[in-house]
Nanobody, 128 residues
């Protein structure tokens, strides 16, 4: 079992920045990829980006490329989502999720169904 706890959400004006944190506990050695997803009211859950738990390679959705950065601190079992130049359309509930699949391709990592563990979510609100 893996437990995930997100923090760092809040309200900012357009152009501002926020950093979300996701701390993992439990069987962290089984994690292969940590992904960030978001869900706005009335919309489907959307892939934001992901990071390889051991290698640290990253992948991003086109909508956030160049503005969001994912990093990790292995010693703290933590993954971060640095969000810069935020836009009103970034407003959503943000989740981190962990996949323990050992052969997860980058393309497959964009699918929420490949993640077995989810945090509770943290709200990000961007005003214009």
């Amino acid at each position: 079992q893996v437990q995930l706890v997100e923090s760092g959400g809040g309200s900012v004006q357009a152009g501002g920045s926020l950093r979300l944190s996701c701390v993992a506990s439990g069987r962290t050695s089984s994690i292969n990829v940590v992904g960030w997803f978001r869900q706005a009211p009335g919309k489907e859950r959307e892939f934001v980006g992901g990071i390889g738990w051991y290698i640290g390679n990253t992948i991003y959705a086109d909508s956030v490329k160049g503005r969001f950065t994912i990093s990790r601190d292995s010693a703290k079992n933590a993954v971060y989502l640095q969000m810069n130049n935020l836009k009103p359309e970034d407003t959503a509930l943000y989740y981190c999720a962990a996949s323990t699949e050992t052969e997860l391709s980058w393309s497959a990592s964009k699918s929420a169904s490949r993640y077995g563990y989810w945090g509770q979510g943290t709200q990000v609100t961007v005003s214009s």
